[in-house]
């Protein structure tokens, strides 16, 4: 199976941003712990990041007919991007949308997400565990 992990705007910062809420590893560290759990998974994946809406619209379109899966963390575009919902769902990949922190439990606007509807499945609060996670559903559930 193989899996991409789509990360958003200012997740290239993780290890240097507010550690109160993201941890301490930086996003080179959680990259290389994601790509030594994929392997222990039997699972191929590949992570991009942007800061840029369009950019992740494009790695979305681009994976049509190339992966199995999508793993997803929209950062910021998750509470307004209508684009990367379109995208989602116009390739029809199987999609697990992710978030390091517990979104329900933060300020009002972090609660809603445009793009979860079009996704299996929303993992959120539990650390970069949260990517594992996902990887293990698409590696148990035969999705």
Request: proline residues 3%; aromatic residues 12%.
């Amino acid at each position: 199976m193989k899996v991409l992990i789509i990360n958003g705007p200012n997740i290239n910062f993780l290890g240097i941003r507010e550690k109160d809420i993201y941890g301490e590893k930086t996003y080179e560290e959680i990259c290389s712990y994601l790509y030594e759990k994929a392997r222990e998974l039997l699972l191929k994946i590949d992570i991009v990041q942007s800061n840029i809406e369009g950019e992740i619209v494009n790695y979305i379109q681009n994976a049509y007919g190339v992966y199995d899966a999508i793993i997803i963390n929209p950062a910021a575009y998750t509470h307004y991007s209508i684009a990367i919902y379109d995208a989602l769902k116009a390739v029809q990949i199987p999609t697990i949308e992710v978030h390091i922190s517990n979104v329900h439990a933060r300020e009002e606007y972090r609660r809603k997400s445009v793009t979860a509807p079009v996704c299996i499945g929303q993992i959120c609060g539990f650390g970069i565990y949260g990517y594992v996670m996902a990887m293990m559903v698409f590696v148990n559930m035969n999705i």
